[in-house]
């Protein structure tokens, strides 16, 4: 009796339950009706009478130990499970659910326009393929210039007035001209082509937001204030912007146009560097010759315009090193631009 009462001791003490159904059936098997304990109480009645008190002492504690454990099994378990039900939080929100990536090019893209749409610009589009009269010719470029040339242009045929894949969006504005009413108010999206060696810094098919505006009395410095407005919405509010003397056949005067680094704040930095500018874009005046060339009165009116690169601006915004990212459609970079629920 003695090892028996030894053995339950120590099973007692190791047992370990997880689940309330466990402690009820290590109840039953050591103290039901047929359980171990309760079969040493009816076996205690056959022991010697010398040794009953020795026993019966021993019987006792380990009755003791086996429901005061049971008891300890159950109040473990139990605050577990209440602890469970206290870290669920049902005001957490969901897991985020994949419904696919927009291109970084479409999101830029759309961005650029959202912001000119604001400002009441419409939104005109024109031809990828286009003829030499849009591309070049109503644009001011003499004949001579280098743009015309089969290194830079794709021609698909050549004939008085080629076509050609147009290599700016600045086309679209000559189409706008030659058939919208006045005043003219437009962003020209598009997917423009030029031929160059494929590279981290160039491609041959890119795109461009062209923007054009044209009424009575339209200045230099409403062109300049558009512009800083844009920065603005597309770099942050403390955005400064710069202008550079530069030369296009179509404006006059002409100009670049650097954002204050949005990366360093104008610290200087290896996106912008070390300068502290970054250049997102050209303009200036249109010039008289062009207006004329599209019947409108260079006199009675005056106008802007500008062209940027989508895949450039998106560059700054997202640090994209490599043009050709744009149009490998790796999974890997696509992914980054994934959109959740
Ligand atoms: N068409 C020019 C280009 O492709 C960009 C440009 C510059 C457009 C100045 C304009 C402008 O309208 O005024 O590089």
């Known amino acids: 009796m003695k090892e028996r009462i ?58 003791n130990t086996a429901v005061a454990k049971i008891e300890e099994l159950r109040a473990s378990v139990q605050e577990s499970a209440s602890a469970g039900d206290s870290s669920f939080d049902s005001t957490m929100p969901g897991d985020p659910v994949a419904i696919g990536s927009r291109h970084p090019v479409s999101i830029v893209r759309e961005e650029i326009v959202n912001i000119f749409r604001k400002f009441g610009y419409d939104v ?70 030029r031929n160059e060696a494929i590279s981290a810094r160039a491609h041959c098919i890119f795109h461009q937001v062209e923007g054009l505006y044209i009424d009575e009395g339209v200045t230099f410095a409403d062109m300049k204030q558009a512009i800083l407005l844009f920065a603005r919405e597309m770099f942050g509010p403390q955005t400064q912007i710069r202008m550079r003397p530069s030369y296009f056949p179509f404006t006059e005067p ?40 599209s019947g409108i009165d260079s006199k009675k009116y005056s106008g802007f315009a500008f062209g940027m690169g989508v895949e450039r601006i998106a560059m700054l ?21 994934e959109t959740f629920i």
């Open 124 to 193: 005109a589009e024109g031809p990828e393929i286009e003829d030499d009269w849009h591309v070049f010719e109503a644009l001011n470029f003499p004949p001579e210039h280098p743009a015309r040339e089969m290194q830079d242009t794709f021609f698909i045929s050549a004939s008085d007035n080629p076509v050609l894949l147009r290599t700016h969006t600045s086309s679209v504005q000559v189409r706008a001209m030659e058939k919208m009413p006045l005043p003219i108010r437009i962003v020209c999206p598009g997917r423009v082509f």
């Open 254 to 293: 002409s100009a670049e146009i650097d954002v204050s680094c949005n990366i360093c704040h104008g610290k200087g930095c290896n996106i912008c560097k070390g300068t502290g500018w970054l250049e997102i874009m050209g303009c200036g005046m249109v010039d008289p010759n062009v207006l004329e060339a």
């Open 6 to 63: 030894e053995a339950l001791m120590a099973e007692i003490e190791s047992l370990k339950c997880r689940k309330e159904q466990e402690i009820e059936e290590a109840r039953v098997r050591l103290l039901g009706k047929k359980g171990e304990i309760t079969k040493l109480f009816e076996d205690f009645r056959s022991v010697a009478p010398e040794m009953k008190r020795e026993f019966g002492q021993k019987l006792n504690i380990l009755k």
């Open 317 to 337: 915004k997202w640090q994209v090193k490599d043009l050709r990212n744009y149009f490998e459609n790796d999974m890997r970079f696509l992914k980054e631009f």
